[in-house]
């Protein structure tokens, strides 16, 4: 225990605690309401661990009791050990290719006996003190590209390996740590380029790839033309307008299709492909006829999220109450319990629900901000801004997927979903910070 403490509750904020334990509570809550079956007994049925909501509840104690042992921690042993974790958070990684099980078209889990242990889970930890750790060094200058690009490299080289043990979603978490660099001093135009390849990306589902390249030898064509004047006194700008174009195109005629052939799961392109209303010209499904008679490929890749958005939709107002859903109750939703436990909380609990839930993740997401802002050790301040840019997409994509304006990409809703390494890992992340901003004062390197 820190010298500084008098007790474990000294500078902890109660406030973050109390929202965790809320969130907990309300993702038991909905584990029960899909999972309980009539005539159990309630109350001894949660120590069974037969259940799905007793094993999460049993996930929880195990969780909060670790979540202690942070808060008994010394501070400065999470910055000391910050390379070790990241460390240990790789070789975990490595570890999973000879001894991974393959579940439901992932093979990113290690099955010890009866329990899964995921470590692109954990590895999430490894990353945010890893990342702070460098960010806080001593002579740090983060304006520098060389420091730009060992940070990028710390965040992305667990994706890299998670997108080869073919958990494409999962890996997409890591670049919300891009955030926590921006926070730091990594300029806007990086965003700016990132966000217009996912703008192109979409370009290429959307439009007809012959129709598109036209498009951007036209917008290319325009630049010039309207830029002419500045060409013929430096005709070096020709070069980068040129540049560009031949990268836009190249991306959208060899990296989209590579990406989409050889690098995403057929059910990941399935289902993106889906959200924009486009058959997948990758997939070699079966044709059947539509109501015209034209051949169309036999594509229920949107199966999930359809009967999800019914599910939300028959909740209304108020919802139809604990345990009286249909959708999920009858497992019409599939993985009701894990990616898609938004949908049961919305049929449960209606419209004034889910608003619950998410005010209590905006009350959560403000918290840890105001945390991070009122440090004075930069390690403590980054790591408080990766753990809320961790949190934040996690819950925006899963609630986007859930009802239809994002890919499913299967990934758990923070603290509520059904799983013992998401929750563990949600919970180390969250109370490392706890634990972190009770030293707020001191200055950890």
């Known amino acids: 225990m820190s010298k500084s403490k008098g007790s474990i509750s000294k500078g902890v904020d109660v406030i973050t605690i109390w929202l965790y334990i809320l969130l907990v509570g309300i993702g038991l809550t909905a584990i029960f309401a899909v999972t309980y079956k009539e005539g159990d007994p309630i109350i001894s049925s949660f120590f069974t661990f037969k259940t799905d909501y007793s094993k999460q509840f049993v996930f929880f104690i195990v969780s909060f009791i670790i979540g202690i042992f942070i808060l008994v921690t010394d501070s400065k042993f999470f910055p000391a050990t910050a390379n070790l974790w990241y460390a240990v958070g790789i070789f975990l990684l490595l570890l999973v290719f000879p001894f991974h099980s393959n579940v439901k078209g992932t093979e990113s889990i290690i099955r010890l006996g009866g329990i899964q242990f995921q470590p692109a889970e954990f590895c999430k930890v490894c990353v945010c003190l890893a990342l702070a750790k460098y960010i806080s060094l001593p002579d740090m200058d983060f304006s520098k590209k060389r420091s730009q690009l060992i940070a990028a490299a710390i965040a992305l080289t667990p994706a890299l390996i998670t997108i080869a043990q073919k958990e494409t979603g999962l890996a997409l978490v890591y670049f919300s740590f891009f955030l926590v660099m921006y926070r730091e001093g990594l300029p806007p135009t990086i965003l700016i380029i990132a966000f217009s390849i996912a703008a192109l990306v979409i370009a290429s589902i959307v439009i007809e790839p012959n129709t598109l390249a036209i498009s951007l030898t036209v917008i290319a064509g325009l630049v010039i033309l309207l830029n002419r004047r500045q060409i013929r006194k430096h005709k070096g700008l020709l070069v980068p307008i040129i540049a560009l174009w031949f990268v836009c195109v190249g991306i959208q005629r060899f990296a989209v299709p590579f990406l989409f052939a050889n690098v995403l799961q057929k059910h990941q392109v399935e289902r993106i492909y889906s959200l924009f209303g486009k058959d997948n010209p990758y997939s070699e499904g079966p044709m059947i006829a539509n109501a015209a008679g034209a051949p169309k490929k036999d594509n229920t890749a949107d199966y999930n999220v359809r009967q999800s958005k019914i599910a939300i939709g028959s909740g209304g107002l108020l919802g139809k109450g604990l345990l009286q859903g249909t959708q999920t109750r009858y497992d019409f939703v599939p993985e009701q319990r894990t ?71 299967g990934i758990p809703l923070p603290f509520v979903s059904y799983g013992g390494t998401a929750l563990l890992t949600f919970t180390i992340l969250l109370f490392i910070l706890i634990r972190l901003d009770a030293d707020r004062q001191m200055v950890l390197r």
Do not use: K
Not at 379 to 403: D, E, K, P, Q
């Open 339 to 409: 990616d898609f436990i938004f949908c049961t909380i919305g049929e449960g609990f209606g419209f004034v629900g889910t608003t619950v839930l998410l005010l209590v993740y905006l009350l959560l997401l403000f918290r840890i901000i105001i945390l991070a802002e009122r440090q004075r050790s930069v390690f403590s301040r980054c790591y408080a801004y990766g753990v809320a840019a961790v949190l934040f997409f996690h819950i925006a994509i899963n609630v986007a997927m859930t009802v239809g304006l994002a890919p499913v990409i």
